[in-house]
């Protein structure tokens, strides 16, 4: 009977925030931007791409039908959509103040806690005390030239990998791993075999992802729901949301107290953090301060914002390199000339070589990693050229888009650093690639230099190039994206191979430069298992996860741009899977 009871609540509750979210949908639907005529109950929600769209050509239809300016409304949230890059600045940096929030979502934010995540504040003080520490530690030249050895360490060491185990794409993979956690913490990681914190920070970023999936949690939708006792029908994401929170919290906490304890015994390397303390707080004491958090927290963002867009971009450079070997030629014929071939090129070089850094801005333009960008929320009702933005809207925009705009590149489909040479001049896609306003990307320098270090490094010694097949031709290469919000390509057949015996050579002495270092994981989990509160996520956790979420990471890059697999949909949450599967309703990707 008490069940009944619940279902029936349930039902009633759903029924009733349905009724109210017609009504309210009518009331602005008028003075928004155009877009396709909504439907009683669920507005626009069909009109969202399905599973397995690729979700920036589903919305580029909406620039042919809508203009450069569109929206869609569903169950109550609005949002535009733009596909025209002055548009994007002066709406996203020129208005700033109004569009600088985050997609408040109760589910992620609230239940899991990933509010304290840079990527997920809103536009408050507290937000811009952490860009004030991301860009003090990681957002000036002076800043990253503090880090630069790491970055040409760990190619190093993954160009010997390369020869000693194949395995190309995993081998990127380690090496941003290994460059974002010795960056944040100074922590070198396990190299042969599952390393701890990395298995916690890829458990950490597949949860997020799976909660920050919008219109996939009913509570998100129905807010009424989180006041209901945990034993009611549909209510098992609170239980999600315990463990989604315990893993964050362990994410964050772990290697910023790991660093405390070196830093207090003298034996910590020079990290984000360990600068951070030093400069900002007394390095000998352990208080709960505003600032010690923030410092903590951009720290525990660094990985989740940082690994995917690289490899995503690294990727598919190995996929343009093998489409069009002639960008590779004149590239290694760009470093032979100035580095020579004594040595390999160093950041030193840089500036002395051109054609790479055209290649760099065009590796960036042509293979998008984030299409659809990171949302805004209009946290200001205004008007924008007679169309009206409501409170509480987000806001997309269509990068892939800008990089692709025939209007602005020319034959944009093709990979041609040229472009960014003088004799073509055409715009930098690090306008918009990065983000906007104040959610402007402060890992911005970070990631240009990796991508540097590793294109001029990859080119100096290897050949990339298509593989070959059983009858001794070329296996045909397609550059098709993969569904999810980070796009990376299909999987592609290629082949990898040192350009000399006398460049094999200059590997093999780069790499004695770097002794082997041990690990740093059994000392970060001696540290953990020190404190009760991280004894049993340590035990948990890292035995866990060394089997899955390594596991899973080890079966390539391309893996991590499928779309998320997010078990219950908006209305199976509340009893009503059928449903959802006839409405073929998809997950929408929230924000980063």
């Not at 790991?258 to 390397?269: D, G």
């Not at 720290?299 to 590779?328: K, R, W």
């Not at 034959?411 to 983000?435: C, I, Q, T, Y």
Request: proline share 6%; net charge neutral.
């Amino acid at each position: 009977m008490a069940s009944a009871l619940s279902w029936w609540l349930v039902l009633v509750l759903v029924l009733g925030c349905l009724l109210y979210l017609h009504w309210s949908d009518g009331q602005q639907r008028s003075r928004l931007p155009p877009g396709p005529r909504p439907i009683a109950f669920i507005g626009n929600l069909l009109d969202f791409p399905a599973p397995g769209d690729i979700e920036y050509r589903q919305w580029l239809q909406h620039k042919d039908r809508y203009g450069p300016i569109s929206s869609v409304t569903a169950l109550g949230q609005t949002t535009i959509i733009i596909h025209d890059q002055v548009a994007a600045h002066e709406v996203l940096t020129i208005n700033a103040s109004k569009t600088s929030g985050r997609p408040r979502l109760l589910f992620a934010n609230k239940l899991c806690g990933y509010e304290s995540i840079t990527s997920c504040k809103d536009d408050t003080a507290s937000l811009r005390l952490h860009q004030k520490l991301l860009g003090k530690g990681l957002g000036t030249p002076e800043a990253m030239a503090n880090f630069r050895g790491i970055l040409e360490r760990e190619v190093h060491l993954q160009l010997a990998r390369v020869l000693d185990k194949g395995g190309w794409l995993e081998q990127f993979r380690e090496t941003v791993a290994g460059s974002i956690l010795r960056i944040a913490y100074g922590y070198v990681i396990e190299r042969n075999e599952p390393d701890p914190l990395v298995s916690l920070m890829e458990k950490s970023k597949s949860e997020f992802l799976e909660s920050i999936t919008s219109m996939s949690w009913a509570v998100d939708i129905f807010p009424v729901l989180s006041y209901l006792p945990t034993f009611a029908p549909g209510v098992t994401f609170k239980e999600r949301a315990r463990e989604c929170r315990s893993t964050l919290h362990s994410t964050a906490n772990m290697p910023y107290r790991w660093v405390r304890h070196r830093m207090a015994h003298s034996n910590h390397q020079s990290s984000y953090v360990s600068k951070l303390i030093q400069s900002e707080l007394r390095p000998d004491t352990y208080d709960a301060t505003e600032k010690e958090q923030a410092i903590m927290w951009t720290a525990a963002g660094l990985y989740g914002a940082g690994s995917d867009s690289i490899l995503s971009n690294l990727t598919a450079f190995t996929l343009a390199m093998a489409l069009h070997p002639e960008v590779q030629t004149r590239a290694q014929e760009e470093i032979d000339r100035v580095v020579g071939t004594l040595r390999l090129p160093t950041f030193a070089d840089r500036a002395n070589l051109p054609y790479i850094n055209a290649l760099v801005k065009e590796a960036l333009r042509w293979w998008t990693t984030a299409p659809l960008g990171f949302p805004h929320v209009v946290d200001e009702s205004f008007n924008y050229n007679h169309l009206h933005f409501p409170k509480g809207a987000r806001i997309i925009t269509n990068v892939w888009w800008f990089s692709h705009n025939p209007a602005v590149y020319t034959d944009p489909e093709l990979f041609e650093p040229k472009r960014f040479l003088e004799s073509w001049n055409e715009p930098d896609p690090s306008a918009w690639v990065f983000g906007y306003g104040r959610r402007l990307c402060p890992g911005r320098l970070y990631a240009d230099a990796s991508l540097y270090i590793n294109v001029v490094l990859c080119l100096a010694c290897f050949d990339i190039e298509k593989a070959v097949g059983e009858d001794g031709r070329r296996i045909f290469v397609d550059a098709r994206p993969k569904p999810g919000v980070w796009s990376y390509p299909e999987d592609f057949k290629f082949q990898v191979k040192p350009r000399s015996a006398h460049h094999v050579a200059l590997i093999r002495e780069a790499r004695l430069r770097h002794p082997a270092e041990p690990s740093d994981g059994p000392s970060l989990v001696g540290v953990s298992q020190e404190d009760g509160n991280y004894r049993m996520v340590i035990s948990t956790h890292i035995s866990r996860m060394t089997h899955n979420a390594q596991t899973t990471a080890a079966n390539g890059a391309h893996t991590a741009g499928e779309p998320f697999r997010i078990k219950s949909s908006i209305l199976e949450h509340v009893g009503f899977g059928a449903i959802s599967s006839i409405l073929r309703i998809r997950p929408i990707p929230a924000f980063l």
